[in-house]
Every structure is written in structure tokens, then in C-alpha cells.
């Protein structure tokens, strides 16, 4: 019987714990703020800032909004993650990409202080996940860490194959899976025999933003699979980067798309917020 794992039920789990962990904080005096900075209105991200905000009222952080115009100035959001930065009532900081093309998002990114840097987008905290200490982790890569552990899935030793080399995605996750001792392998586009090397996975991770792409001849028996792909099939319906209904009999255990890794990125932005002050 294949396992569907269940994303929306384990991110409720550890949402359900961090607000419980707030209340505690709480009572010892303990707020946690997290500042929302968002520029322009894309309705793609407005939704996903809402999400976030709802995440945040569930869990007890103070969500603080920032909204700059779409013709914002890239210095007028720099001063504004410096004022941020120094504000010690605010202890994580988030501003929502993409920004408008005049603004450049690295300088955005290393702006932020990597110690309210709760996407753990700064190249100090990626460092850190490099060289194993303690730091931001990247959300979606730690969700699918702790989808795997607690749906009772051994990482240690085992063959790992991502599919993707995106900084959010690809290369965090990749050194997340060598921490859990993975034997860790990253394909991309440039692949050569992609099928073989896909098909050597115990757990393949594909985030390459590709409908369906996935089917079962890349698939070992018995694999693990997690899907980070999100996209509308032909008939508007959400669907991954795996062809969930080609792949299902020859997996051990699959994230279904919606409901598998999409949950579990927010429910670890908010413990990457409650993480600033157990510190
Ligand atoms: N835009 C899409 N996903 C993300 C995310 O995880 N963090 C930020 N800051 N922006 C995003």
C-alpha cells in the first residue's frame, strides 16, 4: 500500500506545538514579532503574505505589515529593512519575493540581519547550513526534512536524488540531506541519463517546475517521493512535478500536490520565528 504523505496534517501538528511553545513564551514576558514587507500588489504574493499573516495570528506571533508602492525606491527598502534590522521589538524579518525588476534582491536579501533573517535567504545562514551550525534553515527544504522524519522515513544511509539546483530549493536541501547522512546527488537540466540517475533514489526530491514531468520510468520500486512542483494541469486542477497518477503504484510513499510540501514551508517559517528568541 503506497503512504500518501500528509503535509497539511503534519504542518497543523507543529503549528499546533509552536502555538503552544508561543503561549509558554508568553507567559514569561516573551512576544515574538515577525514584519511582513511586501512592494507592489502582485495578487500571487498578496496571497501568499495573507497565508503567512493567518499562519501567524494561529500561532500567536505578531504579524507587523510593511506595504511599499510598486514604484518604491530600492534605497527607500533599504532603509526600511536597517530601520527593521535595529527595531529590537521586531525579531524576524520577511520581505516577499519577487521584488519589482528596478529592485535588486540580493542586495534586499544580504540587507537583512542574518539574525531576523527568518527565510534563511542571507548567504551568512546559508554558510552556516553549509558547515553544519546553527542558523535559519531554508523553509521549504526543512518542511520536507520534517515531512520525511515524521512520517517515519529514514533518511541516514540512504540513496538521495534532487532534481533542481535552485538556491531556495535545490542546494539548501541538498545540504540538509548530507546532515541527516543522505548519500546526496543533484541532478538539473544539464543532467546526462536522468532516468538512471533517478532511478538510483531511495527518496527522489523533484523540483525542476515542470508539469508531470515525472513518470514512472524514472521511479525505483519502492521509492520515496516528494513533489515540490506546483502548477494547473489541463484541466485547471492543481498538479505537481510528478505525474502523481503514473508514479502511485510503483512508490513506497508520495507527497500528494496540493497538500504535501505547500503546507509544511509556512508552518517552518513560523518555527524559524519562534526559533529567534529560543536562542
Ligand atoms: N516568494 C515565494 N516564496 C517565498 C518565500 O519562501 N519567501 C519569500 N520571502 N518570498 C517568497
Same mark, same amino acid.
Given at each position: 500500500m503506497v503512504q500518501i504523505i500528509d503535509g497539511k496534517l503534519v504542518s497543523s501538528q507543529i503549528k499546533e506545538e509552536l502555538r503552544e511553545e508561543t503561549a509558554r513564551l508568553k507567559a514569561a514576558g516573551i512576544d515574538i514579532c515577525l514584519a511582513v514587507v511586501q512592494v507592489g500588489n502582485d495578487p500571487a504574493s498578496t496571497v501568499y503574505v495573507n497565508n503567512k499573516k493567518k499562519a501567524c495570528a494561529f500561532v500567536g506571533i505578531e504579524s507587523r505589515a510593511f506595504e511599499l508602492p510598486e514604484s518604491a525606491a530600492e534605497i527607500e527598502l533599504l532603509n526600511l529593512v536597517e530601520q527593521l534590522n535595529t527595531d529590537?521589538?521586531?525579531?524576524g524579518i520577511l520581505v516577499q519575493?519577487?521584488?519589482?525588476?528596478?529592485?535588486?534582491e540580493d542586495k534586499i536579501i544580504r540587507a537583512i540581519s542574518p539574525d531576523k533573517d527568518v527565510d534563511g535567504f542571507h548567504p551568512v545562514n546559508v554558510g552556516r547550513l553549509w558547515i553544519g551550525e546553527q542558523g535559519f534553515l531554508s523553509c521549504t527544504p526543512a518542511g520536507i526534512v520534517q515531512l520525511l522524519k515524521r512520517s517515519g522515513i *529514514?533518511?541516514?544511509g540512504k540513496e538521495c536524488v534532487i532534481i533542481g539546483r535552485s538556491n531556495i530549493v535545490g542546494k539548501p536541501m541538498a545540504a540538509l540531506l548530507l546532515r541527516e547522512h543522505g548519500t546526496v546527488t543533484v541532478a538539473h537540466?544539464?543532467?546526462?541519463?536522468l532516468k538512471e540517475v533517478a532511478r538510483r533514489a531511495d527518496i527522489l526530491i523533484v523540483?525542476? %517546475? #515542470? #508539469? #508531470?514531468?515525472?513518470?514512472? *520510468?524514472?521511479i525505483k520500486d519502492g521509492a520515496v517521493v516528494i513533489d515540490v512542483g506546483m502548477h494547473r494541469d489541463e484541466n485547471g486542477r492543481l498538479c505537481g512535478d510528478v505525474d502523481f497518477e503514473d508514479v502511485k503504484d510503483k512508490v513506497s510513499a508520495i507527497t500528494p500536490v496540493? %497538500? %504535501?510540501? %505547500?503546507?509544511m514551508t509556512i508552518a517552518m517559517l513560523m518555527n524559524n520565528c519562534v526559533e529567534t528568541v529560543r536562542r
Open positions: 529590537p521589538s521586531v525579531n519575493l519577487p521584488l519589482p525588476p528596478h529592485i535588486n *529514514e533518511i541516514a537540466s544539464r543532467t546526462e541519463n523540483a525542476i %517546475g #515542470k #508539469k #508531470k514531468f515525472i513518470q514512472s *520510468e524514472y496540493p %497538500g %504535501g510540501v %505547500g503546507p
